[in-house]
């Protein structure tokens, strides 16, 4: 979890870190970032949503 996924998004492909998508992807539950380590295991970078402001 992240309080600033784009952010971490950001320093994470500066340092060559290969995302599934080309930015962070917003939804009801928050903002996610994707991507898989050097192991092959995929990892998910989440800031949730503020509580009371997902949409419905």
């Known amino acids: ?3 600033d996924c784009r952010k ?3 320093l994470l ?3 060559g870190v290969k995302f ?3 930015a ?4 009801n539950f928050g903002i996610t ?4 380590d050097p ?3 995929h ?3 989440l800031q949730p949503a503020a509580p009371g402001s997902w949409k419905r």
């Open 13 to 15: 492909a500066s340092r």
């Open 43 to 45: 990892i998910s970078l």
């Open 8 to 10: 971490d998004f950001e």
């Open 24 to 27: 962070p992807v917003e939804s």
């Open 20 to 22: 599934k998508d080309p």
């Open 1 to 3: 979890m992240t309080n």
């Open 39 to 41: 192991d092959g295991n």
């Open 33 to 36: 970032a994707y991507f898989t």
